[in-house]
């Protein structure tokens, strides 16, 4: 199996950057269409743990849409042959250091996050 191709990690780093696009600017329908539509797709936030494609759109519809705002400080994507990538992130909101997780598959309509996980760094005291 080759690691990093380039032209695949290029595809995933697209994908990667159309999703924090849509997530710091609440862009609800490019966040749903970037998650794989089964009930097998799991997202594991912060605060929530989401099992299923609608509950995952059903989270999104209800969150809020102000503070999304954040600086992502170090994001490594790496690919597994031509269908399969990790997109992994640490990123920084309200003085605050988060980390997430992506796993990303090839699915015949495109990229798709199949499994995603989001936490916070303790605050600092």
């Not at 966040?31 to 929530?48: C, H, K, Q, S, V």
Request: hydrophobic content about 40%; cysteine-free.
């Amino acid at each position: 199996m080759q690691i990093d191709i380039p032209e695949v990690v290029a595809e995933v780093s697209e994908a990667f950057q159309r999703y924090e696009t849509a997530l710091v600017t609440n862009d609800v329908a490019v966040l749903d269409e970037l998650f794989w539509n089964d009930p097998r797709t799991i997202r594991y936030g912060a605060t929530e743990i989401l099992h299923g494609y609608a509950e995952i759109m059903e989270f999104r519809a209800s969150r809020p849409s102000v503070g999304l705002e954040r600086t992502l400080l170090r994001t490594v994507i790496t690919t597994h042959g031509r269908d399969f990538a990790t997109a992994n992130t640490t990123f920084a909101r309200n003085g605050r250091t988060g980390r997430q997780s992506q796993t990303w598959v090839r699915l015949p309509e495109g990229w798709r996050v199949v499994s995603a996980h989001v936490s916070l760094m303790p605050a600092e005291s």
